[in-house]
C-alpha cells in the first residue's frame, strides 16, 4: 500500500508543480473570478492526468508490476486514481456549473468581459481550439454526468460483475471526449511550457489505451486457449477445482501467481490465483473458485469437462521469493490458493525456508482437508488448521506463540484484506520490518 499511496502523491505533485511553473493560485487582481479561471485549469490538468494513468493501467502492462509489486497492487492503483479524478472533476465542475448557478440566483456578479482578441492575429491552431469552445464545454459537461455514473457504479460492489465490465468499458468513450474537452480548453500558454508536454504525452498514451481496451485488445498478446478436463466440486467448502489442458504458448507461472479465465464471453474474463504449480510437459493448469458472487456460484451449472476457455498471465507478484530462512503463511478461505500452488511446487523442488501454515476457515470439507494436508506433508510445511467454531479467531498473539523464531520470519497472507491489515499492522507494531509481510491484494474494483 506505501508504493500504491507514494505513486499516486508522486503524480498529482507532478501535475500540480508543473502547473504552478506554469502559472499561480494567487492571480492579480485576487477576486472570485480570477482564481475560477486558474482553479479550472489546475483541476482540468489532474483530472485528464491521473485518468490516462488510469487507462495505461488498465492495459495490464507486465512492466510495470516489479515497480508496483503486482497487477493486484496495480488494480488498487487504478481504483484510487479513478477515485481522485471524481473528486477532483466534481470541484471542476461545481466551480464551472456551481458559478453559473450562483450568478442566476443573484448571489455573484460577474465581471464585464474585456476586449476578445481580434480572430486574425491569432494564429491558426489557437484560432481553431477557440472556435471550438462552446462545443468543448457542452460536451465536457456531459461527458462529465457520464464519469460520474460509470464511475460511482465501479465502486458500488454489489454491482453484478459481468455489467461493470461492459460499462466500464465505456469509460474510454468518456475519456476521448474529456481528452478533446481538454486539449480545446487548456490554456493554450501552456502548450509551449513543461506542463503541456507531460499533458499532451499524458492524453495521447492514454488515447491509445482507450481505443485498445473499447477494441478488445487488454492482454491480446498474453492469452491462450485451453479446455477443461477435469472438474472436481468440495460442496462442503462450496469450491469448485477445474484443471485446463492449454494448447502451446503458455509462457509458464511461478506459484503464486493468477490469470484471467473467461469461460463465458459474455461474463468476461475473471482472476483466479493458480493452484498448481507448472509443468511444461504436462501443459495443464488448476484454479479453484469458492461461490462468493454471482458468477462463481454458477460455475458448478455452467462449467463441463471440454469445455473452451481462454486464459491470460500470468501475472502478479506473490511468488514467496525472499532470503528470509523462515515463512509464515495465512491462507484464510479461499485465500488458502496460492499456498497450494507453492506446496505442489515444493513437493518437487524443495526449498531451504522452514514454513509454518495457518489455515483459517468457517467450514471444513474432508476430501479439501485431505488434500491440503497431503501436499503439505509433501512439501515439508507445517500445517496449522483453524476451524472458527472450533478453535476461535486466529491472531497475532496466536500466531507468534505457535512460531517463536517469528522475528526471523517473512509473511505471506493472502484471504479478507481488513483481517490481512489487522495483522500487518499488529506484526509491524511488534518489530517485524513492513517490507517483510506480503499480502495480496485480490481485488480488481
Known amino acids: 500500500m506505501t508504493r500504491i499511496k507514494i505513486c499516486l502523491a508522486a503524480l498529482v505533485g507532478l501535475l500540480s508543480v508543473l502547473w504552478l511553473l506554469a502559472d499561480s493560485p494567487l492571480p492579480q487582481p485576487f477576486t472570485y473570478f480570477s482564481f475560477r479561471t486558474v482553479f479550472m485549469q489546475y483541476s482540468g490538468i489532474v483530472t485528464v492526468g ?19 509489486d503486482g497487477l493486484d497492487k496495480m488494480y488498487r492503483l487504478h481504483k484510487w486514481l479513478g477515485i481522485t479524478a471524481l473528486v477532483v472533476s466534481v470541484l471542476h465542475w461545481w466551480w464551472a456549473q456551481g458559478t ?17 482578441p481580434d480572430p486574425a492575429q491569432l494564429g491558426a491552431v489557437e484560432g481553431w481550439l477557440r472556435s471550438q469552445r462552446e462545443l468543448a464545454e457542452s460536451v465536457g459537461e456531459w461527458a462529465f454526468y457520464a464519469a460520474l455514473v460509470l464511475l460511482v457504479l465501479a465502486l458500488v460492489k454489489r454491482f453484478p460483475y459481468h455489467l461493470f465490465v461492459k460499462t466500464h468499458k465505456w469509460l474510454a468513450v468518456v475519456y476521448l471526449v474529456l481528452v ?5 480548453l487548456t490554456q493554450f500558454e501552456y502548450w509551449s511550457q513543461p506542463v503541456g508536454w507531460v499533458l499532451a504525452g499524458m ?9 485498445l481496451a473499447l477494441f478488445g485488445r487488454i492482454g491480446a498478446g498474453r492469452k491462450v486457449q485451453g479446455s477443461i478436463e477435469t472438474l472436481v466440486h468440495y460442496p462442503g ?24 479465465v473467461t469461460s463465458d464471453h459474455k461474463e468476461g474474463a475473471h482472476p483466479y490465483t493458480i493452484a498448481s504449480a507448472w509443468n511444461a510437459q504436462d501443459g495443464r493448469i488448476t484454479f479453484i473458485a469458492k461461490a462468493l458472487g454471482d458468477h462463481t456460484r454458477r460455475l458448478r451449472d455452467y462449467l463441463k469437462v471440454g469445455m473452451p476457455v481462454t ?17 509464515i503463511w495465512i491462507g484464510a478461505g479461499i485465500g ?12 518437487s523442488v524443495p526449498g531451504r525456508a522452514e514454513i509454518d501454515l495457518f489455515h483459517p476457515t468457517a467450514v471444513l470439507d474432508p476430501a479439501a482437508i485431505a488434500r491440503l494436508t497431503a501436499d503439505a506433508g509433501a512439501a515439508g510445511v507445517r500445517l496449522h488448521l483453524l476451524v472458527d467454531s472450533r478453535d476461535g479467531r486466529l491472531d497475532g498473539e496466536r500466531i507468534r506463540a505457535a512460531v517463536p523464531d517469528w522475528a526471523s520470519a517473512s509473511i505471506w497472507f493472502c484471504g479478507p484484506r481488513r483481517f ?20 495480496e491484494l485480490f481485488e480488481m474494483r
Open 50 to 68: 491521473v485518468m490516462s494513468v488510469a487507462l495505461l493501467l488498465a492495459l495490464r502492462p507486465k512492466w510495470i508490476e516489479p515497480q508496483l
Open 100 to 116: 453559473k448557478w450562483m450568478v442566476g440566483w443573484g448571489w455573484l456578479v460577474r465581471p464585464a468581459r474585456g476586449p476578445r
Open 180 to 184: 478533446f474537452h481538454s486539449v480545446v
Open 203 to 211: 492524453m495521447a498514451a492514454g488515447g491509445v489505451a482507450a481505443v
Open 237 to 260: 467448502v462450496d469450491v469448485i477445482e477445474s484443471r485446463i489442458a492449454l494448447a502451446p504458448g503458455w509462457p509458464g507461472h511461478t506459484a503464486g501467481q493468477f490469470a484471467f
Open 311 to 327: 486464459v491470460e498471465g500470468p501475472y502478479g507478484r506473490f511468488v514467496f521469493d525472499d532470503s528470509q530462512p523462515r515463512q
Open 336 to 347: 488458502i490458493t496460492p499456498f497450494i500452488a507453492r506446496m505442489k511446487h515444493l513437493g
Open 420 to 439: 490481512g491489515q489487522a495483522l500487518r499492522e499488529d506484526f509491524v507494531a511488534r518489530g517485524l520490518p513492513p517490507a517483510r509481510f506480503h499480502q
